[in-house]
């Protein structure tokens, strides 16, 4: 069902808003182009993993400690193949500048709990 012209404005209006509040967020949340779940890889993985089950039940049933290893092979495959990323996959890169200052704000800041705990303290002041 498309949307009316009332709806496609105010639509407009909340993504200008947010590309106005916080850039980061509307650059993450903003298409890709991309599919975000690899669905060949993730079915294919999928059916490893069932066949590799159905050969570990085969092998308990025939008392085979063969099948039951290479079922079991198949079975951690096929998890692997669903999960792993792809070569040229991956997360998103970063911008280069917030990467670096990042990076040199983490070193610089101690260790996570500490950071952790002075997010906490810093909880309720505002911020410049």
Same mark, same amino acid.
């Given at each position: 069902?498309?949307?009316?012209?009332? $709806?496609?404005?105010? *639509?407009?209006? #909340?993504?200008?808003? *947010?590309?106005?509040?916080?850039?980061? #967020?509307? @650059?993450?949340? %903003?298409?890709?182009? +991309? &599919?975000?779940? &690899?669905?060949?890889?993730?079915?294919? =993985? /999928?059916?490893? /993993?069932?066949?590799?089950? /159905?050969?570990?039940? @085969?092998?308990?049933?025939?008392?085979?400690?063969?099948?039951?290893?290479?079922?079991?092979?198949?079975?951690?495959?096929?998890?692997?193949?669903?999960?792993? &990323?792809?070569?040229? $996959? =991956?997360? %998103? &890169? +970063?911008?280069? %500048?917030?990467?670096?200052?990042? /990076?040199?704000? !983490?070193?610089?800041?101690? !260790?996570?709990?500490?950071?952790? $705990?002075?997010?906490?303290?810093? +909880? =309720?002041?505002?911020?410049?």
């Amino acid at each position: 069902m498309p949307l009316s012209d009332h $709806e496609r404005r105010v *639509l407009e209006q #909340l993504e200008r808003q *947010l590309n106005d509040d916080d850039p980061r #967020l509307a @650059t993450r949340l %903003a298409d890709s182009g +991309r &599919p975000a779940v &690899p669905v060949r890889r993730i079915v294919l =993985g /999928a059916v490893l /993993a069932v066949i590799g089950l /159905a050969v570990v039940v @085969t092998g308990v049933s025939t008392q085979l400690v063969l099948v039951g290893v290479l079922g079991t092979a198949l079975l951690g495959a096929g998890i692997l193949v669903a999960t792993l &990323p792809h070569r040229g $996959e =991956g997360p %998103a &890169p +970063r911008p280069a %500048a917030s990467s670096g200052l990042r /990076a040199q704000r !983490s070193r610089s800041q101690g !260790s996570l709990m500490a950071r952790l $705990e002075r997010d906490w303290d810093d +909880r =309720g002041r505002p911020r410049a």
